[in-house]
């Protein structure tokens, strides 16, 4: 891997737009009724990709002299190039990568920065753009530090991420139907399309970066069905294009959640456990609240209406009261 990646990408950066322009003339053109593409839309996600950038070039100044530290210091092994250095690397990464995506979906606090990939409720290739400035402050990084350990170079650990990143933008689209025996080893559109869906039978599901295998030797892999197609966006709807709302709504939620939690354990589960115990938590202190307030005699008196919410539960009725695995 004796080139540079950043290169390559700023290269293919014309490639990404002419993809983008292409969908999008074909969409309206085959499915104007569906309005895939909305201006909004993808002006959201553009300034989310620009944000992500400028935070990516300044994480990378602090987080490659951490890889070239455990490099010096701990690497297993020395890999002096070629064919099998590269397999290696990348077979590493990509499994590495669909660790910290799992994590991203069952850990709330790597899903406070990844929930800004999937709140968008379209789908193209748009939406591969919108990603967050909060991955380095999350800890995206650290999951690539056993690649240093491993024994592989910052430069070529660097260089394998944004390749891998690179790849993921082109399954972003509703252009591509299933792509025959592929799907059996690589991650497609349509195994992506399910990745971003919020209909029950697909969340959580198909994790892959590059290679679909980790899914189904881990038990994640869900195909796309006909008869239940895709409905795209999070389960608790966003509904604004502003990029700083989809960037820190969820961070703000969290931090509420673990400063209302009168116990230590549940401050730790709304920021460590899974992203649907907040719901459940709040839905479970909502009816809490709505019982004690039935059985005290001013519930009961006509001078209480029914209709009067405690600040508990009109907190938990805006965020929902449904169960759900990822919000």
């Known amino acids: 891997m004796q080139f540079d990646a950043e290169l390559l990408l700023l290269a293919m950066a014309p490639v ?31 300034a989310l990709a620009l944000m992500h950038q400028g935070a990516d070039k300044l994480a990378w100044l602090a987080v490659v002299p951490v890889y070239a530290y455990v490099y010096a210091h701990f690497r297993l092994f020395t890999w002096h190039g070629g064919p099998v250095s590269f397999v290696v690397l990348f077979l ?37 753009f919108r990603q967050s400035l909060m991955y380095p402050i999350a800890g995206m990084w650290a999951f690539w530090t056993p690649l240093a ?34 799907e059996y080893v690589f991650n497609t559109p349509s195994i992506h399309r399910c990745h971003h869906a ?57 931090l509420a959640d673990a400063l209302r939690a009168p116990r230590a354990s549940d401050k730790l589960r709304a920021v460590f456990g899974p992203p649907e115990w907040a719901a459940a938590y709040r839905a479970n202190q909502a009816r809490m609240v709505e019982q004690s307030a039935e059985s005290t ?31």
Request: some cysteine.
């Open 16 to 46: 990404f737009l002419a993809c983008i322009g292409w969908e999008a003339w074909h969409l309206a053109r085959t499915r104007r009724a569906d309005r895939l593409y909305s201006w909004p839309d993808t002006l959201c996600n553009a």
């Open 198 to 254: 919020r209909n029950p039978r697909y969340i959580d599901c198909n994790f892959a970066g590059v290679l679909v295998i980790w899914d189904r030797l881990f038990g994640t892999y869900v195909p796309e069905q006909a008869n239940d197609p895709p409905q795209y966006g999070i389960v608790e709807p966003l509904q604004t294009y502003n990029p700083l709302t989809a960037t820190f709504h969820e961070w703000r939620s969290m």
């Open 297 to 327: 005699p001013a519930a009961r008196s006509p001078r209480s209406p029914q209709s009067a919410q405690s600040p508990q539960s009109q907190y938990a009725s805006h965020h929902g009261h449904a169960e759900y695995t990822r919000r």
């Open 92 to 128: 590493a990464q990509d499994l590495l990568y669909y660790a910290f995506h799992r994590c991203s979906h069952r850990v709330r606090w790597f899903w406070a920065a990844h929930v800004v990939h999937h709140s968008s409720e379209r789908l193209n290739l748009s939406t591969a």
């Open 149 to 182: 350990v491993l024994g592989f170079p910052p430069k070529q650990i660097v260089a394998i991420v944004l390749i891998n990143l690179a790849f993921q933008f082109f399954v972003h689209t509703q252009a591509i139907g299933r792509l025959g025996w592929l």
